[in-house]
């Protein structure tokens, strides 16, 4: 079974730069996650589809910061512009449903450096 | 505001022996508890998890407990391999409001030859 794809692997842009990262989750899972991690921090949940619905994104920048999940499968995360502080790995996550104990399946990740 | 903390940002232990990770959380309505691990370059992975009408859970070498009184979670590792030397992240969740994980800072886990 395929995991959770993403990409670009790495990300290196200057302040005030846009950048976008992608996402592909595990085929037939409803709910999809953003979460961004910090050097030395745990990850935060940045938003949460069910499908192509968002059902959470309390936490995500909305000045700069916006997803999309295109038809209910893949998924882009977008920052515009970017600003130092937003240096990060960002992780794409997906789970069969929204149940409270749904296993959560995490990519790779995508690296950004904000210079 | 950390509703979960891991306050060992790093654990050295030799291998074969036992491995003892914390966790603490705040807020009282979570009722679901995981263990994640992470390798270098790789996304977390679920390890390990347990509910509040436990007190412990049990899968090969790794165990957790909880302490709802003390709103306190660990987990054992016995024996402790060196392909255990990972990230560990404690994660927790409420019934009520889906699942959405708010994860501890990690505890950097160092298994010994």
């Known amino acids: 079974e395929a995991g959770v794809a993403q990409s670009p692997r790495y990300k290196i842009i200057e302040k005030r730069q846009s950048v976008a990262f992608w996402c592909n989750p595990i085929?037939?899972?409803?709910?999809l996650y953003w979460y961004q991690q910090i050097l030395g921090q745990g990850p935060k949940l940045l938003i949460q589809?069910?499908?192509?619905?968002?059902?959470?994104d309390s936490q995500l920048p909305k000045d700069r910061f916006s997803a999309e999940r295109l038809k209910g499968v893949d998924s882009t995360l977008k920052i515009q512009p970017a600003k130092l502080e937003d240096s990060a790995v960002y992780l794409c996550?997906?789970?069969?449903?929204?149940?409270?104990?749904?296993?959560?399946?995490f990519g790779s990740g995508t690296q950004l450096s904000v210079l | 505001d950390q509703q979960v903390k891991q306050n060992s940002p790093s654990l050295s232990v030799q291998e074969g022996r036992i491995s003892i990770l914390n966790c603490d959380y705040t807020?009282?309505?979570?009722?679901?508890f995981l263990w994640y691990k992470k390798y270098p370059a790789e996304g977390p992975t679920f390890l390990i998890s347990?509910?509040?009408?436990?007190d412990k859970n049990e899968d090969g070498r790794f165990t957790v407990f909880l302490n709802k009184s003390a709103k306190h979670l660990s987990l054992h590792i016995v024996p402790s391999q060196p392909g255990d030397s990972a990230v560990y992240f404690c994660?927790?969740?409420?019934?009520?409001?889906?699942?959405?994980?708010?994860f501890g800072g990690g505890t950097r886990l160092m298994v010994k030859p």
């Open positions: 807020n009282s309505m979570f009722d679901y």
């Open positions: 589809f069910q499908n192509n619905g968002v059902v959470d």
């Open positions: 994660a927790a969740s409420a019934s009520n409001a889906g699942n959405m994980l708010t």
């Open positions: 347990i509910s509040s009408i436990k």
């Open positions: 085929s037939g899972h409803a709910t």
């Open positions: 996550a997906s789970s069969l449903g929204r149940g409270y104990n749904e296993k959560l399946f």
